[in-house]
């Protein structure tokens, strides 16, 4: 990090980059996953200060819209310092100034701790038994992410995904799964190597209304791709049936990501 004096010093677009890349080198140190070497080390200024000078020095650009710097001081006169709420909305008004906004996997987020209970031990994923989601030929990492994510919240047991589907290691989709690809794990199958014993059912357009829909106790819900929804294959395989979200929109379109929550949101209703 540098020095609020030699941050000073620097010039108009030099100045906001380097201001914001130290706002969010702040925000890691704050939440615990600073990288090594990058860890706050000014020893003769509190990192609390020292977030309050380069704050200071922000306020005076003159490209600064009045609202972000009113937001600005209020945060700075606030007892006691939000720190990281500080540097977070400090680096992004800075990006909007410089015309960079960050993307899902740029979001400077803490670590999921895993809950514990009173003797320290870590309690164990709970999840409805014999209950999956069936990703085919999901292209976006973020998708994949966040399918994850919503199947991890929601208490799925098992994801599988389709032999084409995007590799949900790859970085951005871990980034996006906040821990939990990593979490509940996933089999990569073909349709015909889905289990044969239990219900499956798509989540596609033409379907009958969710609201009306009987979903089973267990089975293996499929979500198609973001260009072209269910092969007609998968919908072949789904002989427990197609459920559909009611959209009035012009567009009546939504993307997977958030139609697959909405789905699990109604399933695990029925479930409880």
């Known amino acids: 990090m540098i020095e609020p004096g030699k941050l000073f010093q620097l010039e108009g677009g030099q100045k906001r980059r380097k201001l914001a890349l130290t706002y969010g080198a702040l925000e890691r140190d704050i939440i615990g996953i600073a990288e090594k070497g990058t860890e706050y080390s000014f020893t003769q200024l509190l990192r609390a200060e020292y977030i309050k000078k380069i704050t200071e020095i922000l306020l005076k650009d003159p490209k600064l819209p009045p609202q972000a710097a009113t937001e600005l001081r209020e945060l700075l006169q606030a007892e006691p310092l939000d720190?990281?709420?500080?540097?977070?909305?400090?680096?992004?008004?800075?990006?909007?100034?410089?015309?960079?906004?960050?993307?899902?996997?740029?979001?400077?987020?803490?670590?999921?701790?895993?809950?514990?209970?009173?003797?320290?031990?870590?309690?164990?994923?709970?999840?409805?038994?014999?209950?999956?989601?069936?990703?085919?030929?999901?292209?976006?990492?973020?998708?994949?992410?966040?399918?994850?994510?919503?199947?991890?919240?929601?208490?799925?047991?098992?994801?599988?995904?389709?032999?084409?589907?995007?590799?949900?290691?790859?970085?951005?989709?871990?980034?996006?799964?906040?821990?939990?690809?990593?979490?509940?794990?996933?089999?990569?199958?073909?349709?015909?190597?889905?289990?044969?014993?239990?219900?499956?059912?798509?989540?596609?357009?033409?379907?009958?209304?969710?609201?009306?829909?009987?979903?089973?106790?267990?089975?293996?819900?499929?979500?198609?791709?973001e260009e072209l929804g269910v092969s007609p294959e998968a919908l072949k395989r789904a002989a427990y049936g197609r459920v559909s979200i009611p959209m009035k929109g012009l567009k009546a379109s939504l993307n997977v990501g958030v139609a697959f929550g909405i789905l699990m949101q109604k399933w695990v209703e029925s479930l409880l």
């Open 83 to 225: 720190e990281l709420r500080l540097c977070n909305v400090a680096r992004n008004h800075l990006l909007a100034i410089i015309g960079t906004f960050p993307a899902e996997w740029d979001l400077v987020i803490a670590p999921h701790v895993p809950t514990s209970d009173e003797n320290g031990v870590v309690r164990k994923r709970e999840f409805f038994p014999g209950t999956a989601v069936y990703a085919e030929d999901i292209r976006s990492p973020f998708n994949i992410g966040s399918i994850f994510r919503t199947a991890e919240a929601m208490g799925m047991e098992k994801v599988y995904i389709s032999p084409f589907c995007v590799d949900p290691e790859q970085p951005r989709a871990v980034r996006s799964g906040m821990g939990c690809i990593e979490t509940m794990g996933w089999t990569r199958a073909a349709l015909n190597e889905l289990p044969a014993d239990v219900p499956v059912f798509a989540l596609e357009t033409g379907g009958t209304d969710i609201n009306d829909f009987v979903f089973p106790k267990q089975g293996i819900c499929i979500i198609g791709s």
